[in-house]
């Protein structure tokens, strides 16, 4: 048995999404935790778990791109009130809780503090494939895959031990990062996939030009969901949020058109739905998620929203619906081993990961 601290970025839903899965399991182990969240993450796992509500910083966009001056506001008005949680952080989920071990899923307060206090620290998350694996970058985003890099560091300096989730697997560059399929919920591992007749669309900060574009084709239909609206206009019918519902609706979708975030191309992957994705410009995440879904051949990658760049996808989708056929998901089950295997024995396995960093 095992004292946790557990921090999860608050930034969307996939952290927590993630968090939820590995967090259960190690409770059902015997270990005890302590999760340390915001925003989203803190609002999605507060009912489930013992979660410490911190600061943490946000992305700010507008129209599907990245709004660096909106963005350095946003969080420049949080620093007093990172700092006042910081300090009630290190007193109540390290002094005296004084955890084994600390993971993190991309949230830097439990890292910093992690090696303040001289303990192995484990990230879970996808962020540090962009450090740590050797995959292809167009030369168009040669630059910003190294501030990426640096940004990722910056937020998580000195991991022990790093168990990486991803859809497109390449070789490590050091022998503490681990591989893994993407963590699936256990509400999309339950799903039966069917062949319905609409595409499902997911949007975000508005992104009113994509909503015109997909006007235009008159013979599909287009369930659109991330709008304040529940109506309907011609071809695009808008549906108020509702997990139970999206998940039914992506289930049965022909395809999905939507914003390249990790933890929805996942989920359409394991579906076997041919993917559209349309990467936050300015995000660089995004842009390599779209890139690799495009490499696999299951989808297209959709840097600037046109009517001939739709029309492509949807005239292809049943190549990308061949292409997925053999396509090969997970029950989260090899992660759950590998964290079993570092905390076994008083967190041995991970106590000597931390040696050799020291």
Do not use: W
């Not at 410490?52 to 992305?59: D, Q, V």
Request: charged residues 25%.
């Amino acid at each position: 048995m095992a004292k946790i601290v557990y921090g999860v970025s608050g930034e969307g839903s996939g952290h927590s999404s993630r968090a939820r899965e590995i967090a259960a399991h190690l409770q059902q182990q015997g270990h005890i935790l302590r999760l340390v969240s915001y925003d989203r993450g803190y609002e999605n796992l507060k009912e489930d778990f013992d979660v410490f509500e911190t600061e943490g910083l946000s992305i700010e966009s507008t129209d599907n791109k990245v709004s660096m001056v909106d963005t350095f506001t946003e969080n420049l008005k949080r620093l007093p009130e990172g700092h006042k949680r910081l300090q009630e952080l290190r007193r109540t989920r390290f002094k005296e809780f004084r955890p084994d071990v600390v993971i993190t899923d991309f949230e830097p307060m439990t890292a910093y503090l992690a090696t303040h206090y001289d303990l192995p620290l484990i990230t879970v998350d996808n962020q540090h494939r962009m450090r740590y694996l050797k995959y292809d970058c167009p030369h168009e985003l040669k630059i910003e895959s190294q501030v990426t890099k640096t940004i990722i560091r910056a937020m998580v300096p000195r991991p022990d031990v790093s168990l990486v989730t991803t859809f497109f697997f390449c070789e490590a560059q050091n022998d503490r990062t681990f591989l893994f399929p993407p963590i699936l919920r256990r509400a999309v591992l339950d799903l039966q996939p069917q062949l319905g007749q609409h595409i499902l669309v997911y949007l975000t900060s508005g992104f009113e030009s994509l909503l015109d574009t997909l006007k235009t084709f008159h013979r599909e239909r287009f369930l659109v969901y991330g709008t304040d609206r529940t109506d309907r206009d011609g071809v695009l019918t808008y549906k108020p949020f509702s997990r139970e519902g999206f998940l039914l609706d992506l289930a049965s979708c022909q395809a999905v058109v939507a914003t390249a975030g990790f933890t929805l191309i996942s989920e359409a992957l394991h579906l076997k739905k041919p993917y559209c994705a349309l990467p936050m410009q300015g995000q660089f995440e995004q842009q390599l998620n779209a890139f690799q879904v495009k490499q696999l051949g299951f989808g297209k990658d959709v840097s600037s929203v046109t009517a001939e760049a739709v029309g492509d996808f949807l005239y292809r989708l049943p190549d990308f619906q061949d292409q997925l056929k053999d396509h090969q998901s997970s029950d989260n089950r090899h992660i759950k081993q590998k964290l079993d295997e570092l905390l076994a024995d008083n967190c041995a396995v991970a106590r000597e990961f931390h040696e050799r960093r020291r």
